[in-house]
């Protein structure tokens, strides 16, 4: 199967009670395939990974199946604090369907690992789930070094990917630089996407994808057709969008500016509950609306 390209990680639209809702889920997905995408990512930061329990994983990933067929990945997160839960959910992924998992590092202050800790951790998930790994480089005080990356390529069956998520565009050029030859690099730097892609990114997981998923899929077009200035173009028109949705809880910010582009995806799982007036202010004004 083939895990390059746009693979745009799906947001979760909950209802005023914190459960799933289904319709609006399968609108975004659909909205995502129709656009081209080349396959779906469920479970991550943008979908509030960390708020999931494994059967809500699993419910996930057999709806991104239905839209998915065979023949496009579905990519599950695994946000877990200790390596028991994360086989586990891992676990659960891959009895539901998942082609792989993107797993996050431990991500608690006090209970970050030294490298030793997360070679063990990611050996350990390769070895009892056996499915393909993309790495989630999205912790800043437990980063996956270039040459732990590289290590790990070396040494498990099913480490394969990293989605370099800190850091900025030089830590992506950096893990390239280091395994892009025997593992794939995935963008993550939301408002550079093309220049990630021209940089030899295999493709892109990222929140950006999931609101612009028809001028991502474009983006990644002129990349493997050398069309520099076309992609540049569509990136700079994006740029001050994104500026306005980073940063903590952008799940709540990117549903607001998805309900400002007339897409209806609910609410956040509380304790994600509450957008000042100013910050939506700015998306608006963002969006041009």
């Known amino acids: 199967m083939n895990f390059r390209g746009i693979i745009p990680p799906i947001v979760t639209p909950f209802d005023r009670d914190g459960e799933i809702s289904e319709n609006l889920l399968r609108n975004e997905m659909k909205l995502c395939i129709d656009a081209g995408v080349d396959g779906l990512s469920v479970g991550g930061s943008t979908g509030e ?27 599950c ?70 040459k732990l990356f590289a290590r790990l390529v070396n040494d498990t069956e099913y480490v394969r990917g990293i989605k370099q998520s800190v850091g900025g565009i030089q830590a992506l050029y950096a893990d390239i630089m280091e395994v892009g030859d025997r593992a794939n690099v995935y963008a993550a ?18 929140a950006i994808l999931s609101v612009f998923p028809d001028k991502c899929v474009q983006m990644w077009k002129y990349a493997q057709a050398g069309e520099h200035e076309k992609g540049l173009a569509i990136q700079s028109s994006l740029y001050s969008k994104w ?39 700015a998306i608006r004004a963002a969006f041009g609306k």
Do not use: H, W
């Open 49 to 75: 990974g960390p708020t999931l329990r494994d059967e809500e994983l699993a419910y996930l990933i057999g709806i991104a199946r239905e839209y998915t067929g065979e023949n496009k990945p579905v990519v």
């Open 189 to 206: 730097t939301d408002d550079m996407i093309y220049s990630c892609f021209e940089l030899g990114a295999a493709g892109a997981i990222s």
């Open 77 to 146: 997160g695994v946000m877990r604090t200790c390596t028991r839960d994360a086989v586990r959910a891992g676990l659960a992924a891959k009895q539901a369907g998942a082609d792989a998992i993107m797993v996050t590092p431990t991500a608690y202050n006090v209970l970050v690992p030294n490298e030793q800790g997360m070679y063990d951790f990611y050996k350990t998930i390769s070895e009892q789930v056996g499915l393909p790994i993309i790495i989630y480089n999205v912790v800043p005080q437990n980063t996956i070094s270039p």
């Open 243 to 281: 500026q306005c949705l980073g940063g903590n809880q952008f799940p709540i910010r990117m549903k607001y500016a998805l309900k400002v582009l007339g897409r209806d995806t609910g609410y956040c799982r509380s304790p994600i509950t509450y957008l000042p007036e100013d910050e939506k202010e």
